[in-house]
């Protein structure tokens, strides 16, 4: 047998494949399951999306290689929706790169710039990607505290001189993911003097900066003045147009950024299926009215969830933004044998919080990414579980 590299050997095994085997055993033996662990989207994209990938499809010409750079329509598609959504002005050829999804952005963009034992700081808890390509890499992630009373924002200056000097890139995320936090133009424009003045490529992933509730509206790094000096975000059409199985995204600001990334993309894929790049024209330039009535169906399916946890005296903040609610467990549990009570009793999978790093321990994140109906019926069983402890 041939031995595979120590930095696949290294990593832990992903949470969610070992979830889906516990899942399968359960409902194997009859148990009904109800799923609030992934962040994977229940509802279609727009059918003005989905109308133009079978058109785009059915064309004799539009099957072969594409550039992984994406057509020049799709790169002004993504400028336009930036000026429209957060009054940011890009340079279509200069400052965006579009991705097979954000998360191959956030991996390869690491991969271009991380040598061995450079630091990369990620947030704790966060999305797993930050940290797991950093390993890849062979660098160092520092993990900056994320906590409830500095309202889920790291302290940058709290984190140490040596740590800083050798840092070369710092990952933000906001809304948060698994925290469900936001964070203001204030402390975004912190962040680029911080990264400024310390040589750092600050990097914002912003896949949730179009689900949002109410009068909320997530501002885009970029609106930072001079941002992209230092700055990049990555976003994706995910979650803001219900396309998660579609790998729509993109990295936009910094140039010389823009350019490492292409540099490690174009060694590893060829871009996507040009019918998928249409409908995805169609998406970020076609009517968006949809994204505000989805947001809706999201906000009610927060109320009942939030209300729940509430009744039952488990502590968390109502979500402005993001599919997640982030709540505290009781004393006296780890996050694992909580999430398992509530699996086993209650049939109702969450995702523990040190899945996204130990500053995660104590917490539980719920993810409504299923009908209203069903996230009724899985928080009454929460309820009527936490409320026999
Ligand atoms: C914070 C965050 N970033 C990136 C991603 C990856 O999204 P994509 O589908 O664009 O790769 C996710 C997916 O859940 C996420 O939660």
Redesign the pocket.
């Known amino acids: 047998m041939i031995n595979t590299t120590q930095r696949i050997q290294s990593l832990n095994p992903h949470f969610f494949a070992m979830l889906e085997t516990k899942i399968t055993l359960l409902q194997k033996n009859g148990c009904d399951i109800i799923r609030l662990d992934v962040?994977s989207p229940d509802m279609p994209p727009a059918s003005h999306i989905t109308a133009m990938l079978s058109k785009a499809a059915s064309r004799p010409d539009a099957h072969g290689y594409q550039n992984c750079r994406g057509t020049q329509a799709l790169r002004q598609a993504w400028a336009e929706m930036y000026r429209r959504v957060y009054a940011v002005d890009l340079d279509p050829e200069q400052e965006v790169l579009p991705l097979m999804?954000?998360?191959?952005g956030?991996f390869n963009l690491i991969q271009a710039y991380i040598d061995p034992g450079d630091v990369v700081l990620v947030p704790d808890p966060g999305?797993m990607t930050y940290q797991r390509a950093t390993l890849f890499a062979g660098g160092e992630p520092y993990a900056m505290p994320l906590l409830p009373e500095c309202g889920f924002l790291p302290d940058l200056q709290a984190i140490p001189r040596d740590i800083i000097r050798r840092a070369k890139m710092l990952w933000l995320?906001y809304p948060s993911?698994p925290t469900a936090a936001t964070a203001s133009v204030g402390f975004l424009t912190e962040a680029v003097e911080f990264a400024r003045q310390h040589g750092l490529l600050l990097c914002h992933?912003a896949?949730y900066t179009q689900v949002t509730f109410e009068s909320y509206r997530a501002p885009s790094l970029l609106a930072v003045p001079d941002a992209q000096e230092v700055a990049l975000e990555v976003n994706?059409l995910?979650k803001s147009h219900n396309m998660?199985g579609w790998r729509l995204?993109a990295a936009v600001g910094n140039a010389q950024a823009l350019n490492a990334l292409y540099r490690v993309k174009a060694n590893a894929d060829n871009g996507h299926f040009l019918p998928i790049l249409e409908a995805a024209v169609a998406a970020m330039t076609g009517e968006q009215d949809w994204i505000r009535d989805r947001n809706e169906i999201y906000r009610l399916r927060r109320d009942v969830v939030v209300q729940a946890l509430h009744e039952v005296g488990l502590a968390c903040m109502q979500p402005k933004a993001s599919l997640y609610v982030w709540f505290a467990i009781p004393i006296g549990w780890t996050s694992v044998a909580f999430t398992d009570l509530l699996l086993e009793k209650a049939q109702v999978s969450l995702t523990p919080g040190p899945v996204f790093g130990e500053r995660g321990e104590g917490y539980i994140r719920l993810a409504f990414t299923e009908p209203l109906e069903l996230v009724t019926e899985a928080m009454r069983r929460v309820v009527s579980v936490v409320g026999e402890l």
Request: charged residues 20%.
């Open positions: 962040g999804g954000s998360k191959e956030i999305y995320n993911n992933d896949a994706s995910s998660a995204g």
